[in-house]
């Protein structure tokens, strides 16, 4: 099973596994029209911050971003799949992790909104293959972290009608420590609170 961090976040989903302050510039989360979807509540990162501290790790949002352009922000297949069948809004953001042992793991987490049910399982069957790319992660952007490359070996997804939410964790530094505390994350995510 792998990271699932931000999937507490969405009720009445199926998970699948393939293998706080915030600082800098960020975008801001915006709510959307609820009448329309129940999604909105879904890209508020405050639940998975809450959920982080109570077990006592240390958590920092680092950045957010609600620039909507699935295109500009993603790479490999998922990008080809994004040109031609746009997402219709896109959420990221971007966690720094740490634990006693001063182990530091990343988490990035993406909610990609499609037009309908059926594109957002196709692009969810997409971006869940090992290799075909995915949402662009925030480290990539801006920030501190921009050398660390996020290998997909603890990463979950999500699918919740027409959103697809996936997280994946990734160590910053190649020690025991930091890759026990990816493995706890993977175990504990998808624990209800």
Request: hydrophobic share 35%.
């Amino acid at each position: 099973m792998a990271v699932a961090l931000a999937l507490g976040l969405a009720s009445g989903t199926s998970a699948t596994g393939t293998s706080g302050s915030s600082s800098g510039t960020s975008g801001t989360y915006r709510t959307q029209d609820t009448a329309k979807n129940h999604k909105a509540r879904d890209r508020n990162p405050a639940q998975l911050l809450s959920r982080l501290a109570r077990q006592g790790l240390r958590v920092e949002q680092r950045f957010t971003s609600d620039d909507g352009d699935c295109v500009s922000h993603s790479y490999g297949l998922v990008r080809e799949f994004v040109e031609n069948q746009p997402c219709s809004a896109l959420f990221r953001a971007l966690f720094e992790v740490r634990d006693s042992r001063r182990a530091v793991v990343l988490v990035a987490v993406a909610w990609v909104d499609m037009p309908d049910a059926r594109q957002a399982r196709e692009f969810k069957d997409l971006v869940d293959g090992h290799g075909t790319g995915n949402i662009t992660e925030l480290s990539r952007e801006s920030g501190p972290y921009r050398d660390v490359r996020f290998t997909g070996e603890h990463y979950a997804s999500v699918l919740e009608d027409s959103t697809v939410i996936n997280a994946q964790a990734q160590p910053v530094r190649a020690t025991r420590a930091a890759s026990d505390l990816a493995e706890r994350l993977v175990s504990t995510a998808l624990t209800p609170d």
